[in-house]
Each structure stands twice: as C-alpha cells, then as structure tokens.
C-alpha cells in the first residue's frame, strides 16, 4: 500500500502491553481534537468544515476499501496536525468485514489495524 493511502489515517509508532494495559503509541497531531479546537475557538466556517468533512470522507472510503468500519466518528475522534491534515484515530469500536460477508468487531484496535495494513 502507498502512504498516499493512509493520508487520513492515524498510523501508530507501536505498541506495547505492560501489566496487562495495552499502550498504543500513535503519531502526534500537534492540533490536537476537532472537538478541543472547536471548544476552544467556536464553530468552524463553512468552507473549513467542507475541507475537514472531505478529508473525513476520504479516511472513511479508504477503511471501507479495507473492509474496516469505524463506527465511532466525532470530533474527539479526528486529529488536525499543522498541515490541516485531519486523521481518523480511535478504532477501539472499529470492525472489520470478513471474506464470507459476516462482521467481527475487535476489543483491540491495532491488531485490526494491523491486519488492514498487513504491518
């Protein structure tokens, strides 16, 4: 897969399991939340919640090329980096479409993640 193809994802660095708390290390979003930013600075401009609305949708065709479903989108969920990048993060509720059509939800979000990105 191509990087271009991740361009609205969060990618982790890693993670690691420590007394039985799974720690993801995902890449830092020095904006942080659409919703902190929004608490913070009020309601977006039209023309701005179109880009980010875009950027959201493109996240979303990709995990559904993938068969991922999110199922958690909010604006807690989005990242903005200083490019204006926004990044799907948080797929702790996420599932994943199976080759015969059933869907599987999974409690740990890198292993699915993983596995949709074959790392």
Not at 4 to 17: F, P, R
Not at 58 to 84: E, P, S
Request: with cysteine; proline share 3%.
């Amino acid at each position: 897969m191509k990087t271009k193809d991740y361009l609205n994802i969060i990618l982790e660095y890693g993670a690691c399991l420590f007394h039985l708390r799974l720690s993801i290390n995902p890449r830092y979003c020095e904006n942080g939340s659409l919703h902190n930013i929004c608490k913070r600075f009020g309601k977006f401009p039209e023309n701005l919640v179109a880009v980010y609305v875009s950027q959201v949708l493109d996240g979303l065709v990709y995990l559904h090329d993938q068969g991922v479903i999110h199922r958690d989108i909010k604006g807690a969920n989005i990242l903005t980096n200083k490019d204006g990048t926004v990044k799907l993060a948080d797929f702790g509720v996420a599932t994943a479409q199976v080759s015969d059509g059933a869907v599987v939800g999974s409690p740990y979000w890198s292993e699915l993640y993983r596995s949709v990105t074959n790392r």
